[in-house]
C-alpha cells in the first residue's frame, strides 16, 4: 500500500487568506483551520494536508531577510516529515522571497510551490482557490516515487515557474507573474503539461539551508539626467559591499568622466558591482557596444539574463558566506540555482 503523500501548508500573510467581514466589510485573515468551509474540494485529495500560520501574519510589502530566515528554517524543520510545500505569500515581494529560498535550501529535492492570489479568497471571483488548489496538486506530483519538480517554483494563473527567474509585472490581472527568460516548467490546462526538460534535477544530496544573508547592498537605477549626487550617494553608502547597476539595454550606460570616476572609485573600495537590463526581458552583453565595454574593462560583473529580484537574494545569500572578492565574482558569474542561462 503506498504512503499517503504529506503536504505542508504555510500562510505567511497576504490577498490570498483573507475573507471579507460580514459587518464591516473590511478584509481580515481568516482560520486556516476552517479552510475546508472556504474550499471544500481540498477534502476531495488523497493527501495529508497540514496548515501552518506565521503568527503574526506579515504583509509581503514588509518582508525582509530575517524573516526569509524565519521561512527556509520553517522548511529544514519540517523537510523530512513532508513530501512537499506550498507556501502563501503576497505576491508584491513573492518573486523576492521565491528566488532568496532557491539559494538558502541547497540540494533541495522537494517540491516549494509559492503561491497567492489578486482577490481574496473570501471574494466570489477569486483567483486564489484555483491557484491553492493547483498548488498542492504540484507539490504532490510524483513519478517514479519522486517528486516532479524537486526546486523553488511559484504557480500563479495556469503557470509554473521557476522562481529565481520571475518577476511580477501586474497588479491587476490574474497573470502577475512573468519568467521572461526562462520558459515554464508545466502549463495547467485540462491537463497538467510539465516541461520535464526545463525542470533541474534531483541531486539526492542531504539538505543545506544557509541562514547567514547579508543585506549590505544597493540598487542603483540609471535614468538619463541622473545627477551625479545621486549616484555618489547611492556607491559611498557606508559598509555598502555590493550594488545592482540596471543599465540600458543589453547592459550599456552612460561614458561621462564622472559618472565612470565613481564606479572606479567603488570597485576599488571592494564594492562588488553587478549589471542587469532594466529591460523586462533579454540579457546583458558587456562589451557588445562601447558604452558597456568601459564596465566590463573596469570589473563590472555580469548579470547576464538574471531578474534584479534574483541577483539581490543571490547577492544576499553569498555575501553572507564571507567568501573572498574573487569567489564571489565567480559564483555570481555561476549559475547556482538555474537562475541565469550561462555556460
Same mark, same amino acid.
Given at each position: 500500500?503506498?504512503?499517503?503523500?504529506?503536504?505542508?501548508?504555510?500562510?505567511?500573510?497576504?490577498?490570498?487568506?483573507?475573507?471579507?467581514?460580514?459587518?464591516?466589510?473590511?478584509?481580515?485573515?481568516?482560520?486556516?483551520?476552517?479552510?475546508?468551509?472556504?474550499?471544500?474540494?481540498?477534502?476531495?485529495?488523497?493527501?495529508?494536508?497540514?496548515?501552518?500560520?506565521?503568527?503574526?501574519?506579515?504583509?509581503?510589502?514588509?518582508?525582509?531577510?530575517?524573516? +526569509?530566515?524565519?521561512?527556509?528554517?520553517?522548511?529544514?524543520?519540517?523537510?523530512?516529515?513532508? =513530501?512537499?510545500?506550498?507556501?502563501?505569500?503576497?505576491?508584491?515581494?513573492?518573486?523576492?522571497?521565491?528566488?532568496?529560498?532557491?539559494?538558502?535550501?541547497?540540494?533541495?529535492?522537494?517540491?516549494?510551490?509559492?503561491?497567492?492570489?489578486?482577490?481574496?479568497?473570501?471574494?466570489?471571483?477569486?483567483?486564489?482557490?484555483?491557484?491553492?488548489?493547483?498548488?498542492? %496538486?504540484?507539490?504532490?506530483?510524483?513519478?517514479?516515487? *519522486?517528486?516532479?519538480?524537486?526546486?523553488?517554483?511559484?504557480?500563479?494563473?495556469?503557470?509554473?515557474?521557476?522562481?529565481?527567474?520571475?518577476?511580477?509585472?501586474?497588479?491587476?490581472?490574474?497573470?502577475?507573474?512573468?519568467?521572461?527568460?526562462?520558459?515554464?516548467?508545466?502549463?495547467?490546462?485540462?491537463?497538467?503539461?510539465?516541461?520535464?526538460?526545463?525542470? *533541474?534535477?534531483?541531486?539526492?544530496?542531504?539538505?543545506?539551508?544557509?541562514?547567514?544573508?547579508?543585506?549590505?547592498?544597493?540598487?542603483?537605477?540609471?535614468?538619463?539626467?541622473?545627477?551625479?549626487?545621486?549616484?555618489?550617494?547611492?556607491?559611498?553608502?557606508? =559598509?555598502?559591499?555590493?550594488?545592482?547597476?540596471?543599465?540600458?539595454?543589453?547592459?550599456?550606460?552612460?561614458?561621462?568622466? +564622472?559618472?565612470?570616476?565613481?564606479?572606479?572609485?567603488?570597485?576599488?573600495?571592494?564594492?562588488?558591482?553587478?549589471?542587469?537590463?532594466?529591460?523586462?526581458?533579454?540579457?546583458? %552583453?558587456?562589451?557588445?557596444?562601447?558604452?558597456?565595454?568601459?564596465?566590463?574593462?573596469?570589473?563590472?560583473?555580469?548579470?547576464?539574463?538574471?531578474?534584479? %529580484?534574483?541577483?539581490?537574494?543571490?547577492?544576499?545569500?553569498?555575501?553572507?558566506?564571507?567568501?573572498?572578492?574573487?569567489?564571489?565574482?565567480?559564483?555570481?558569474?555561476?549559475?547556482?540555482?538555474? %537562475?541565469?542561462?550561462?555556460?
Amino acid at each position: 500500500m503506498e504512503e499517503e503523500i504529506r503536504i505542508l501548508i504555510i500562510y505567511t500573510g497576504g490577498t490570498i487568506g483573507m475573507i471579507q467581514d460580514a459587518k464591516t466589510g473590511t478584509l481580515k485573515p481568516f482560520n486556516f483551520e476552517k479552510i475546508n468551509e472556504q474550499i471544500p474540494e481540498l477534502s476531495r485529495f488523497n493527501y495529508q494536508l497540514d496548515f501552518h500560520s506565521f503568527d503574526p501574519l506579515i504583509d509581503s510589502s514588509n518582508t525582509n531577510p530575517e524573516y +526569509w530566515v524565519r521561512l527556509a528554517s520553517l522548511v529544514e524543520k519540517h523537510y523530512e516529515s513532508y =513530501d512537499g510545500f506550498v507556501i502563501l505569500h503576497g505576491s508584491d515581494t513573492m518573486s523576492y522571497t521565491a528566488s532568496a529560498l532557491s539559494f538558502m535550501l541547497e540540494n533541495l529535492n522537494k517540491p516549494v510551490i509559492f503561491t497567492g492570489s489578486q482577490l481574496p479568497l473570501g471574494v466570489l471571483r477569486t483567483d486564489g482557490r484555483e491557484n491553492f488548489i493547483t498548488a498542492i %496538486e504540484l507539490a504532490a506530483a510524483r513519478e517514479n516515487d *519522486l517528486p516532479v519538480v524537486p526546486e523553488v517554483c511559484i504557480y500563479f494563473e495556469n503557470r509554473l515557474m521557476r522562481a529565481n527567474r520571475t518577476s511580477k509585472y501586474n497588479a491587476e490581472n490574474f497573470n502577475a507573474f512573468v519568467s521572461p527568460n526562462y520558459p515554464l516548467l508545466a502549463e495547467i490546462g485540462v491537463y497538467v503539461k510539465f516541461e520535464r526538460h526545463n525542470i *533541474l534535477k534531483p541531486n539526492f544530496k542531504k539538505l543545506k539551508v544557509y541562514k547567514n544573508l547579508n543585506s549590505r547592498v544597493g540598487i542603483l537605477k540609471l535614468f538619463p539626467g541622473i545627477t551625479a549626487e545621486l549616484v555618489h550617494a547611492i556607491l559611498s553608502v557606508p =559598509d555598502q559591499q555590493a550594488v545592482i547597476l540596471e543599465t540600458f539595454g543589453a547592459g550599456n550606460a552612460m561614458t561621462d568622466e +564622472w559618472f565612470l570616476n565613481e564606479l572606479k572609485e567603488a570597485v576599488d573600495r571592494g564594492v562588488l558591482l553587478v549589471n542587469v537590463t532594466q529591460c523586462m526581458a533579454g540579457a546583458v %552583453e558587456q562589451g557588445k557596444y562601447d558604452t558597456s565595454f568601459l564596465l566590463k574593462e573596469m570589473g563590472v560583473v555580469s548579470g547576464y539574463d538574471s531578474t534584479t %529580484e534574483s541577483v539581490l537574494a543571490k547577492l544576499m545569500f553569498l555575501l553572507g558566506q564571507n567568501l573572498s572578492l574573487e569567489k564571489l565574482k565567480n559564483k555570481m558569474n555561476s549559475s547556482l540555482r538555474g %537562475e541565469m542561462s550561462v555556460e
